[in-house]
């Protein structure tokens, strides 16, 4: 008599055999999110957040400024905020005269 699997048995390499298809998935839709997120910082990068175009960036005190090419939105790096309240209005006013036409 040829050995036959339980249902059981069936069911569970059944199930092996879905969870390792759906890693491998998984594993697909994460590389394609990584994939997407290095996409979207290049096509972002050093873009105004809020019209797209160009940003240009400039050096003060030792922290970088971009300002947009076309609204003139001013915009910080991650912590540069607490360092321009920092500083003193003669300070800001400096650091706003660089970007005065
Ligand atoms: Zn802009």
Redesign the pocket.
């Known amino acids: 008599m040829a050995w036959k699997p339980s249902e059981k048995e069936e069911e569970y390499y059944a199930r092996i055999e879905f969870e390792k298809k759906k890693k491998l998935e998984e594993e697909k839709h994460q590389k394609l999110a990584r994939e997407e997120k290095q996409r979207l910082k290049e096509l972002h990068f050093m873009k105004?957040p809020?019209?797209?175009?160009e940003l240009i960036e400039i050096e003060y005190r030792g922290f970088k400024v971009d300002k947009?090419s076309?609204?003139?939105?001013v915009w910080l790096d991650a912590g540069e905020l607490e360092t321009v309240s920092n500083l003193e209005k003669k300070g800001l006013d400096k650091l706003f005269s660089v970007f005065r036409k």
């Not at 809020?50 to 175009?53: E, F, L, N, Q, S």
């Open positions: 105004c809020k019209c797209g175009m947009c076309e609204c003139e939105g």
